[in-house]
């Protein structure tokens, strides 16, 4: 394939696919690498390395519950279960909240902890009883699949994100609660855009906008929230795409249901204004904003107690990073500091992930002198000098 030809496939100009080619630009956007790798035809993974080798203690410690996962995966499904004891019902449903709590603060190594026996014990419970206390277990069981979903995810077994996730929809769909079928839809909706995927991945947002769309906001809440995060999940894949039009009237639509729910917490995944301002600043990210998405951001006064969150407050603060690095140079020294805000809040999140470790490869190649901030920021992810 020649350049002109894959230049085009991506829609990026010759020259700029050469520059990411010598390393003279980086890629600074999630859209840009699944452009790429579409126009190539490989997987995101192919271009980013993923999966990475753990670079502290405890990213090891959660990569090592992976295969426990993976198995819990593998050997169960809600129509066959092995034969084995599970634990009383509330212990697994405390246990599930638990660990999702600890996937809220970005602690993967412990929401990873027991997640593959967890799994098991719950789908061996919805198997093998019937009336509240199968209800219970596929409740329980749609929100382990959403940590085992982050938990993959977040250190680059993609395929495995999407599994959990469609394990999380089966056990949705059998509790029939609407709500908790566009949360479980919303999970897999977003997997499938990790691996590429967009046009599924919009389908199953579109899918839970319009069964949800109709639900009166004042008896059901989260599942207006559910409605919201598809509104939201909808704007991202349209900035990846290239369409600024339809991301804003997403992001509009979610900004409008957020002012009437205000910040909410089911399953602990914090749709309110204060996020949507969050996955605003992403969006502009995506879109190229740049200055235009930092300054929208700070203006807005996002209070990060409100979110109460390590994976939102680490968020805010990386994307914060990408929009100033992608001016080009003139406020990189605040991309530092932020960015250095997000990897203290959650270092397993951002080490592992590759956007954050290309804006650090290019607030180092663009440094003109020594900055100790970035230095620690470069050992910490484990990455070589780049000059």
Known sequence: MSVDVAAGLAGISRSYLMMLERGDRHFNRRGL????????????ADLTGQPYDPVDKPSA?????IPQVELALHDATLDDVPDL???PIWDLVADARLANEYRDAARYDLAGRGLGQLLTELQVTAVTTNGGTRQAALAALVEACMVAHDVAGTFGHAALAVQAAERGQDAAQRLGDPAVIGFADWHWA????RVGA??????GFTRVINALVNVDPTTVTAARE???FAQLGSALIA??????DTAHEHLEEASRIASHTGDLNSLLMHFGPTNVAVWRLAIGVELQEAGKAYERATTANIDTALLGSADRISALHFDLARALAQEGGPRDIDAIRHLDIADQTSPQRMRHDPIAREVVRELDIRARKKLWMLDSLRHRFGLAPTH
């Open 33 to 44: 690498v699944e452009n790429v790798a579409a126009a190539l035809g490989c997987s995101p």
């Open 190 to 193: 977003l997997a499938l855009v």
């Open 198 to 203: 967009r046009r599924r991945a919009g389908t």
């Open 239 to 244: 900035a990846r795409s290239g369409r600024a």
């Open 85 to 87: 004891p599970a634990r």
């Open 61 to 65: 410690e959660a990569i090592a519950t």
């Open 226 to 228: 559910a409605y919201g």
